[in-house]
T-cell receptor
């Protein structure tokens, strides 16, 4: 069974640009969450999607947005990039919310560097 | 908002030693989880705890859900080099809120 796939794995952008990251969940998983990981702040929750609907959102500015498609694949977008957006962005999938156990299956992440 | 304090931040130990780390929260959680992240990888679930006072083992790992529901502990016995990595605690309140709140991690280094 394939794991969570994130693309791209690495990318470099400059301030002011925007970026789109993609996540394909484990087959059959319908919930997708996004986390930002930095050395200073650890793992910070961005948002969670289920059935194309955003169910939870973390404390990030509106520059951070996401969406989920009918096949459960998800994308997140960051507009007007700032230096502080440099981080590892992790996507995680889980089965339907009725079976929510807190277990998340993480991808390897997309490492974003903003210059 | 909810915050998790995880300690220690880092540990450097000799192979064969036991390891303990813990997490405390300013508010209660209904689920506590422990994840491990290897270099270049995403976190992987080690142990999940669903009831206050619960003690659960997974091989050499043992974790406990504190009776106050505001803390959790992870112990690793007889450490080996492959235990190297970052260990994260995470709490989930539950209900309609499925997000996890993570601690900042404990970096474990094992000297062979």
């Amino acid at each position: 069974k394939a794991g969570v796939t994130q693309t791209p794995r690495y990318l470099i952008k400059t301030r002011g640009q925007q970026v789109t990251l993609s996540c394909s969940p484990i087959s059959g998983h319908r919930s997708v969450s996004w986390y930002q990981q930095t050395p200073g702040q650890g793992l910070q929750f961005l948002f969670e999607y289920f059935s194309e609907t955003q169910r939870n959102k973390g404390n990030f500015p509106g520059r951070f947005s996401g969406r989920q498609f009918s096949n459960s694949r998800s994308e997140m977008n960051v507009s007007t990039l700032e230096l502080g957006d440099s981080a590892l962005y992790l996507c995680a999938s889980s089965p339907s919310p009725g079976a929510n156990t807190g277990e998340l299956f993480f991808g390897e992440g997309s490492r974003l560097t903003v210059l | 908002g909810q915050q998790l304090n995880q300690s220690p931040q880092s540990m450097f130990i000799q192979e064969g030693e036991d390891v303990s780390m813990n997490c405390t929260s300013s508010s209660i959680f209904n689920t506590w989880l422990w994840y491990k992240q290897d270099p270049g990888e995403g976190p992987v679930l080690l142990i999940a705890l669903y009831k206050a006072g619960e003690l659960t083992s997974n091989g050499r790992l043992t974790a406990q859900f504190g009776t106050t529901r505001k803390d959790s502990f992870l112990n690793i016995s007889a450490s080996i080099p492959s235990d190297v990595g970052i260990y994260f605690c995470a709490g989930q309140y539950g209900g309609s809120n499925y997000k996890l709140t993570f601690g900042k991690g404990t970096l474990l280094t094992v000297n062979p």
